[in-house]
T-cell receptor, first 115, second 110 residues
Framework: GAGVSQSPSNKVTEKGKDVELRCDPI?????LYWYRQSLGQGLEFLIY????????KSGLPSDRFSAERTGGSVSTLTIQRTQQEDSAVYLC?????????????FGDGTRLSIL | QQQVKQSPQSLIVQKGGISIINCAYE??????FPWYQQFPGKGPALLIA?????SEKKEGRFTISFNKSAKQFSLHIMDSQPGDSATYFC?????????FGSGTQLTVLP
């Protein structure tokens, strides 16, 4: 079956612009995660969704970052007024459930470059 | 505060050799410890995982050794191959999100 799909694969934008990153999780996976991978910070958790529960936003670095998950499936990560330090690879993962021992399956990410 | 410390940062081994990557954690609430393999331009792929009630888990050439009292775990890659050249991340989880180590870039020389 299809894995986690992310789009676009690459995004270049000017500082101050807003960007939207999309994630299509594996069909049937109820848990969805966003992570950020950057050279200086490694892999960092951003936000997590589980079914219809309120998302865990504890990893979002600032209020410029937000995410939605519509219909329990597709998710969009939005970064407003982008800054150069937002340049990174944004990774989405999904799992069957949110318990700790459920494997998380990652997409190939969106490489975001802020000029 | 970094909760999962990984070493070495980079590792070079000869084909057929054993690659060993080590991780240490601080949070005793962690109860799931996966290892991920990542190739350039790709997302991390789950390699093998272990629960703290098991001291060792082997899948093919990959083995996780887990020492609960020392709060350490390691990945051993036996008979390392050039195709194993990638970045390896250890991780730990107590509920939902994964906390990752800083990664090890493995190079296996032919």
């Amino acid at each position: 079956g299809a894995g986690v799909s992310q789009s676009p694969s690459n995004k270049v934008t000017e500082k101050g612009k807003d960007v939207e990153l999309r994630c299509d999780p594996i069909s049937g996976h109820t848990a969805l995660y966003w992570y950020r991978q950057s050279l200086g910070q490694g892999l960092e958790f951003l936000i997590y969704f589980q079914g219809n529960s309120a998302p865990d936003k504890s990893g979002l670095p600032s209020d410029r970052f937000s995410a939605e998950r519509t219909g329990g499936s597709v998710s969009t990560l939005t970064i407003q007024r982008t800054q150069q330090e937002d340049s990174a690879v944004y990774l989405c993962a999904s799992s069957l459930a949110s318990s700790s021992n459920q494997p998380q399956h990652f997409g190939d990410g969106t490489r975001l470059s802020i000029l | 505060q970094q909760q999962v410390k990984q070493s070495p940062q980079s590792l070079i081994v000869q084909k057929g050799g054993i690659s060993i990557i080590n991780c240490a954690y601080e949070n005793t609430a962690f109860d799931y410890f996966p290892w991920y393999q990542q190739f350039p331009g790709k997302g991390p792929a789950l390699l093998i995982a272990i629960r703290p009630d098991v001291s060792e888990k082997k899948e093919g050439r990959f083995t996780i050794s887990f020492n609960k009292s020392a709060k350490q775990f390691s990945l051993h890659i036996m008979d390392s191959q050039p195709g194993d050249s990638a970045t390896y991340f250890c991780a730990a989880s107590s509920s939902r999100q994964l906390t990752f180590g800083s990664g090890t870039q493995l190079t296996v020389l032919p």
